[in-house]
């Protein structure tokens, strides 16, 4: 499957479409309807083959799906809010995932993982009644189901609002591995960065137009999602738009990049740092350090080219740990501090409190699947790494979050943390929470309840501080 995302009414495996066969016609070979999962009843196949290809993803969500309806003597895991029968209304729909999503975290002894979270949020319902009947989809973006022709036509203007992004989400395309090399040439900078946005950016410095609706083919959505992956290196240089990079003696610009994963790899490549240079030609070498748990491998590596008449340095420092692990052995001094879709949030909800968990009833032994939970402890990964973040006086931090309400938990991390160290620092915005203009082009659904944002974007929002020693 992709770990992308998956979809109610697409394969699970290949995000292939195939059409419900109109009444009285004769179902071809090419033209049959979609397998369901028998077992969850939430996740279709367009076929056998890929049926079976994924059932180790999807095996193990699956058996827990079938202990809760055999616990529960319910025909469907979305009959739990309502005695056994369909959902009749939105809040009957939604309690009864809110209880699904419960269970299958007690059943399973993990989080859900992102995927697991889509397949219960965005079922295959009807978007009127939320009957589980998909009889009939969206002709354009094929991801929302109707009960009726009557409903799909009721729906369709406040549809009409989504169903471009859905179609971006869910674009088959989307699984495709993205050509290594668009052989793209630079053409000039963007003047005025501060007044721009990446694709403006994008189709200004390459000298060429993106698709306005990049889904239609392979080729406009590879050059679509390729334009996106500059995401990072634009963000970084418009927050350098309101820094005093004048003043700045020197040609060598360092940033630590914080909570790093895949980043080296995919946003930091030799052309996106060439975008920097173009648009901060008087620096010569980018030192960057990758530092985060998850990032890829530890590795250092040095590239060198010649760009606009000069040669210019890469410096790539990975650190697979913790920040501050990484600054108590490695003695430098950053330009910028870094933190892409930070999740600083996660701390400022441990200070808050965590909601109580409603008890949850054991469940018997699986009978037909058997499953091997795996045991999980909420963990503070973020803490110490804040503070020693906060204790780089004066050097910025910009740091990027998915939504505006989590952007606005991130901060508050920042303030809490300021406060209850072993200095007392006061912490003093450059610049305010906004949207970023720069962020990823390519949307993501939301699936919490509690944010009331339907779509969202990586790099989202943007803010950014710095601390002073309080006297």
Known sequence: MSYELCSALQCNVCLAFVAFPEPNKPTTETQSPMRACSGCHLVKYCGKDHQKKDWRFHGEFCCAVQRIKSAYNVKHPLH??????EPETIEEMETAQMQLKFLLTDTL???????EEEIISFPSVCGVCVKLKDSHVCPHCRSQAYCSLQHL??????HKKVCHLLRLYYCPYKVKELPTDFKLNYIGRVNNLHKSNLMTAFETVFNLKLPTKP??????YQL??????FSCIATICFSMCHLDILSMETNKFIIYIVGSSVEPRLWFQKIHTQFFFMQYPLFTTLELHFIGPETLEAME???KYDFLGQERYV??????GLFQEYVSYFKGYPSLIVAFNCGFSEYSQLFKGSPATPKLPTLPAAKSCTTTPTSSTQTDAWQKGIWEMLLFFRIPIVFTSFTKLESEFDFAALRKAADIGTFKMHVERIFTVSKNPFHDLRPLRQFHSDDDEAFYFRNGYIQAIHTLLKK
Do not use: V
């Open 80 to 85: 739990l809010s309502s005695s056994g029968r």
């Open 109 to 115: 002894k993990r989080p859900l993982k992102t995927y």
């Open 153 to 158: 036509a009721e729906h369709s203007i406040e």
């Open 215 to 220: 889904y239609e083919t392979l080729k406009d």
């Open 224 to 229: 679509f999602a390729y334009a996106s992956d």
């Open 301 to 303: 590596e040095n590239i």
């Open 315 to 320: 410096h790539y420092i990975c650190y697979k």
